[in-house]
Structure formats: structure tokens, C-alpha cells
T-cell receptor, first 113, second 114 residues
Framework: EAQVTQNPRYLITVTGKKLTVTCSQNMNHEYMSWYRQDPGLGLRQIYYSMNVEVTDKGDVPEGYKVSRKEKRNFPLILESPSPNQTSLYFC????????????FGPGTRLTVL | AQSVTQPDIHITVSEGASLELRCNYSYGATPYLFWYVQSPGQGLQLLLKYFSGDTLVQGIKGFEAEFKRSQSSFNLRKPSVHWSDAAEYFCAVGTTNSGYALNFGKGTSLLVTP
């Protein structure tokens, strides 16, 4: 089954404790992206990647890192999480950029205390 | 500044009634336009998209949208709403100037009453 998976689905952590949210797709997609969703703000793009080793900033990259060492994986790293990073995070992938249909993962709900 | 505006935060319609969700954008370049839907507790699903050509585009689940360049709008419509259409709807815009970054509106929450 074609899908985008994220782990963990739920995470509660404390300020400053490094964490990684994994994202994996099995569709051989070139483009992958991370978004955060906050009430009243909609979805905001954090980072995206056009291909392996190619990443670029979206609207709200501060406090986040990403890497794309393999085509299928695009982890989101929070090196020193803060409470303002409490949010619902979505990973998405598409064949070739956002002009193709993006397939979204189920989301990761992160709470930073 | 580039922006995507969905003027209606919440909309309530009766089942069987018609629906129109508004989306306005402010971009200097020719936009790529999308509508996504998010059902409760789910990720987003693409309803339809417009890049060029016929300004009236058909999507899944009986939705359509019309691109009006003069009004900088891309409104989503459905002639008869079903209870299962209750969800959050997002308009999104990308342009060749923005690289491969996609900007979403803040969303419109649709409630369908019996």
C-alpha cells in the first residue's frame, strides 16, 4: 500500500531534550516536505526537499533541522525543543514537487513542556 | 507580501444545500492553486488543482473550483453537500517565484447540519 508513515504519532517531551520525528514514504517520491499545523494558523511549511541531499527552508524553519540522506526518509529534528514548538506535524511527499499530488502522513502530535 | 486568504473561518450549511468556500491570493507570478481537505483526525487529501487552461476544474468527491485571475480568487464549490463533507478545507498556492514552497491558507471549517 502506498503510504507516508510518521513516528511517533504522539510525543510528550520537555524543553531542551533533542528529538527526531521520522517520516518515510514507499512511493519513490522525489519531493518531501514537513508542515506544522496550529489552530487559527493553518498549515505552515517548515522544510522541503526536492531530492536526496537537497533541502530548503519553508516559512517557519527556525528551531528545526532536516536531512535527506535517502530518497524514502526525511526526518525532522528538533535539537532543543521549546514550548512554542508544541504542534501537530505532517510529513508529505509527491512525485516531483508540489505541483504533483502531495500525499500526507497521519500526523505527529508533539507537546513540549 | 505573498499571502493566501480564506475569509471564512467557519461555514455551516444544511445537507443538500450548495456550498462555496472562498480563497483569495496575493502573488505577483502565475500561481499554482490547490484545494485540500482534512477530515477530523486525518491528514490532508488533495481535492483539485489548477495550473493553466480551463479555469473551471473538477475534482474528487463532486467538488469543482473556478480560477478568476481578475479577482485573484480560486473558490471551491459543490452543488449539494453531504454530511460526510464536514471537514476542514485548505486553499494552497505556489508560484514559480517561491521555488518549491507551498503556502496554505488558514482553513475553513465546514459544518453540515441535517
Amino acid at each position: 500500500e502506498a503510504q507516508v508513515t510518521q513516528n511517533p504519532r504522539y510525543l510528550i517531551t520537555v524543553t531542551g531534550k533533542k528529538l527526531t520525528v521520522t517520516c518515510s514514504q514507499n512511493m519513490n517520491h522525489e519531493y518531501m516536505s514537513w508542515y506544522r499545523q496550529d489552530p487559527g494558523l493553518g498549515l505552515r511549511q517548515i522544510y522541503y526537499s526536492m531530492n536526496v541531499e537537497v533541502t530548503d527552508k519553508g516559512d517557519v524553519p527556525e528551531g528545526y533541522k532536516v536531512s535527506r540522506k535517502e530518497k524514502r526518509n526525511f526526518p525532522l529534528i528538533l535539537e532543543s525543543p521549546s514550548p512554542n514548538q508544541t504542534s501537530l506535524y505532517f510529513c508529505a511527499s509527491s512525485l516531483d514537487g508540489y505541483t504533483d499530488t502531495q500525499y500526507f502522513g497521519p500526523g505527529t502530535r508533539l507537546t513540549v513542556l | 507580501a505573498q499571502s493566501v486568504t480564506q475569509p471564512d473561518i467557519h461555514i455551516t450549511v444544511s445537507e443538500g444545500a450548495s456550498l462555496e468556500l472562498r480563497c483569495n491570493y496575493s502573488y505577483g507570478a502565475t500561481p499554482y492553486l490547490f484545494w485540500y481537505v482534512q477530515s477530523p483526525g486525518q491528514g490532508l487529501q488533495l481535492l483539485l488543482k489548477y495550473f493553466s487552461g480551463d479555469t473551471l476544474v473538477q475534482g474528487i468527491k463532486g467538488f469543482e473550483a473556478e480560477f478568476k485571475r481578475s479577482q485573484s480568487s480560486f473558490n471551491l464549490r459543490k452543488p449539494s453537500v453531504h454530511w460526510s463533507d464536514a471537514a476542514e478545507y485548505f486553499c494552497a498556492v505556489g508560484t514559480t517565484n517561491s521555488g518549491y514552497a507551498l503556502n496554505f491558507g488558514k482553513g475553513t471549517s465546514l459544518l453540515v447540519t441535517p
